[in-house]
Nanobody, 127 residues
Framework: QVQLVESGGGLVQAGGSLRLSCGAS????????MGWFRQAPGKEREFVAA????????AYADSVKGRFAISRDNAKNTKYLQMNSLKPEDTAVYYC????????????????????WGQGTQVTVSS
């Protein structure tokens, strides 16, 4: 059974910080590119951040650039999304995704490029 599980979501005031975690079970994801996506009510799922399997390259949506940071700890088979200076418009369900193939130093910014998804964790930012 291959599974990704997000955690760390919750309610936070605008300007605050939150760190999301994504743990993988059933398979080692140390060689896979990973990504974070989010979806707000009534809106399409959108790209947030991505990281290569090696962790040497990252990519961010313009809306979160400079505020969010993606990282990974391959020894723990876990990736993170550090969210700082949170805004009400960041409110959404956040999803962890894995490109379950070797990809060298490549990252992916489209949902269709990912093979496994977590169940999502709710992040609510109050004004």
């Amino acid at each position: 059974q291959v599974q990704l599980v997000e955690s760390g979501g919750g309610l936070v005031q605008a300007g605050g910080s939150l760190r999301l975690s994504c743990g993988a079970s059933g398979r080692t994801f140390s060689s896979y590119a990973m990504g974070w996506f989010r979806q707000a009510p009534g809106k399409e799922r959108e790209f947030v951040a991505a990281i290569t399997g090696s962790g040497t390259r990252t990519a961010y949506a313009d809306s979160v650039k400079g505020r969010f940071a993606i990282s990974r700890d391959n020894a723990k088979n876990t990736k993170y999304l550090q969210m700082n200076s949170l805004k009400p418009e960041d409110t959404a369900v956040y999803y962890c995704a894995a490109h379950a193939r070797y990809s060298s130093d490549t990252y992916y910014t489209n949902a269709w490029q990912y093979d496994y998804w977590g169940q999502g964790t709710q992040v609510t930012v109050s004004s």
